[in-house]
């Protein structure tokens, strides 16, 4: 079962230091996340918050734990108490949930906005205009347990380097146009697998990078 550490090895040297890799661990088995956590992987990315708190309860505590998935909003408070990074936040109410349920914790959890950057039909993510409201939004100063520390954004599902492009430099573009007003933002996760060297190469700040390090899923999730 060496492939996980090698995965990582050849990885880890194709990007800079200064960009995330986020090890997205969905599905695998705990041995999957061990083997990587012994290769000095430290981040890890799932997208079911059951599966996540079992996974933090397993493994060693100094793992940070994104969240990548789709939320849902009643089930924020099983990881509000040590989850690191929350990816896929795409309402109001959501952030709400999140604030209250940090505040609990005596923490402040830090979020992305997640973008509609694909062309594709897709149900997650917001069209820009409302990433806007949102930023602008008097309310968010009430909430003052959570951090926008940036955005992550999924490009359409294709090999077409040049659509992978636009929408990638575009988000990349919103995310700078919006750092002087919010100087929080601080993190673009943009770019998996198929495509994260051309998200890094449009800007991006954190990779969310599953089947390359630990071989295809066995189901869709
Ligand atoms: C599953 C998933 C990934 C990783 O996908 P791979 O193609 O296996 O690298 C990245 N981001 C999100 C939001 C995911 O759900």
């Known amino acids: 079962m060496k492939y996980i550490k090698d995965n990582l090895e050849k990885i880890n040297a194709s990007i800079s230091d200064d ?31 059951q599966e996540m708190v079992a996974k933090y309860d397993a493994l060693p505590k100094d793992i940070q734990w994104h969240m990548i998935g789709h939320l849902q909003s009643n089930k924020v408070k099983y990881m509000a108490h040590f989850v690191d990074l929350i990816h896929g936040v795409d309402s109001f109410k959501t952030l709400k949930e999140i ?31 409302e990433i806007s409201t949102i930023l602008h939004a008097e309310e968010l100063k009430n909430l003052t347990n959570i951090n926008i520390a940036g955005f992550m954004g999924m490009a359409t599902f294709t090999s077409d380097e040049t659509i992978l492009h636009e929408e990638f430099s575009l988000l990349k573009s919103f995310f700078e146009q919006n750092q002087p007003q919010h100087p929080n933002l601080k993190i673009l996760s943009m770019g998996m697998s198929g495509d994260y060297k051309i998200g890094i190469r449009n800007g991006s700040t954190m990779i969310r990078v599953g089947s390359s390090i630990f071989g295809a899923r066995n189901y869709i999730t």
Not at 22 to 48: C, H
Not at 117 to 123: G, P, V, Y
Request: charged share 30%.
């Open 19 to 49: 960009v995330v890799l986020v090890a997205v661990s969905k599905t695998k088995p705990i041995a999957d996340l061990q083997e990587a956590y012994d290769a000095g992987q430290r981040v890890f990315g799932e997208n079911k918050i």
């Open 99 to 129: 604030n209250k349920q940090a505040k609990k914790h005596d923490r402040i959890i830090s979020c992305l906005l997640q973008v509609r950057i694909a062309k594709e039909e897709t149900k997650f993510g917001l069209p820009y205009e």
